[in-house]
C-alpha cells in the first residue's frame, strides 16, 4: 500500500506561484499519481495525474522526478479562491489488481490577499 | 469531465432512523464505486467499496450491518445508515470512475447528515 506524506499546511498570497510536495516512496511500476482539490462541504475535484515526467494542463503542473518517490504539484498565480485542501493519491493496484483510493491528511493552503 | 450525482446534500434525522444515500454515475457505467466518511478537518476516510452485482467490501471497523450499501446498476450505488445515532453525523462523499483501473476519481458533492 503506498503511502503518501505532505505538509499539513501552507501560506501564500495571492499571485504567487505555489509548489506542493508529495512523498510515495513506496509507489508501484503501474501507479499512477493524482491530485484532487476539497472546498469545505464538497467533494474532492480532479485536478491533475501523471505517471512520469511533467504534465501540464489549464489549471496546473505535476512534476515527477524519474524516481517517482515524490511529486510536485505547481499552482501558478495562485487567487483567493484557491484556498483549499489538496490531495495526492498514488494508485494502489497493479495489473488486473484492484484500486484502492486512500487518502492521507492532504495539505491545507490558505492563499492570502 | 464525467458528472458524478449524489442526493441527498443534506438531511437530519432522528434518532433511530434510517437514512439512505444515492449515488449515481450520470454519464458512465461504474462497475465499481466508493464510499467515503469525512469528519470536520479532517481527511476521507474509505468506509467501502461498492461493487456492482455483488456484495461491498468494507474496510476494517466499519459495520457492514450497519452501513448497507447496494450497487444494482452499473450507474447506482446507495449507502443506507441503519439506526442512525448521533455518532454517525458526519460527511458522506461517494466517488467512482469510468477508467478500469480506477485510477482518476470523480466525486460526488457530498451528504452531510445530522442525526439528533
Known amino acids: 500500500l503506498a503511502k503518501t506524506t505532505q505538509p499539513i499546511s501552507m501560506d501564500s498570497y495571492e499571485g504567487q506561484e505555489v509548489n506542493i510536495t508529495c512523498s510515495h516512496n513506496?509507489?508501484?511500476?503501474?501507479?499512477?499519481i493524482t491530485w484532487y482539490q476539497q472546498f469545505p462541504s464538497q467533494g474532492p475535484r480532479f485536478i491533475i495525474q501523471g505517471y512520469k515526467t511533467k504534465v501540464t494542463n489549464e489549471v496546473a503542473s505535476l512534476f515527477i522526478p524519474a524516481d517517482r518517490k515524490s511529486s510536485t504539484l505547481s499552482l501558478p498565480r495562485v487567487s483567493l479562491s484557491d484556498t483549499a485542501v489538496y490531495y495526492c493519491?498514488?494508485?494502489?493496484?497493479?495489473?488486473?489488481?484492484?484500486?484502492?483510493?486512500?487518502f492521507g491528511r492532504g495539505t491545507s493552503l490558505i492563499v492570502h490577499p | 469531465g464525467a458528472v458524478v450525482s449524489q442526493h441527498p446534500s443534506w438531511v437530519i434525522c432522528k434518532s433511530g432512523t434510517s437514512v439512505k444515500i444515492e449515488c449515481r454515475s450520470l454519464d458512465f457505467q461504474a462497475t465499481t464505486m466508493f464510499w467515503y466518511r469525512q469528519f470536520p478537518k479532517q481527511s476521507l476516510m474509505l468506509m467501502a467499496t461498492s461493487n456492482e452485482g455483488s456484495k461491498a467490501t468494507y474496510e476494517q471497523g466499519v459495520e457492514k450491518d450497519k452501513f448497507l450499501i447496494n450497487h444494482a446498476s452499473l450507474t447506482l450505488s446507495t449507502l443506507t445508515v441503519t439506526s442512525a445515532h448521533p455518532e454517525d453525523s458526519s460527511f458522506y462523499i461517494c466517488?467512482?470512475?469510468?477508467?478500469?483501473?480506477?485510477?482518476?476519481?470523480?466525486f460526488g458533492s457530498g451528504t452531510q447528515l445530522s442525526v439528533l
Open positions: 493519491l498514488v494508485g494502489d493496484g497493479g495489473s488486473g489488481g484492484s484500486y484502492i483510493p486512500t
Open positions: 513506496n509507489i508501484a511500476t503501474n501507479d499512477y
Open positions: 466517488s467512482a470512475s469510468p477508467g478500469s483501473n480506477g485510477e482518476k476519481l470523480f
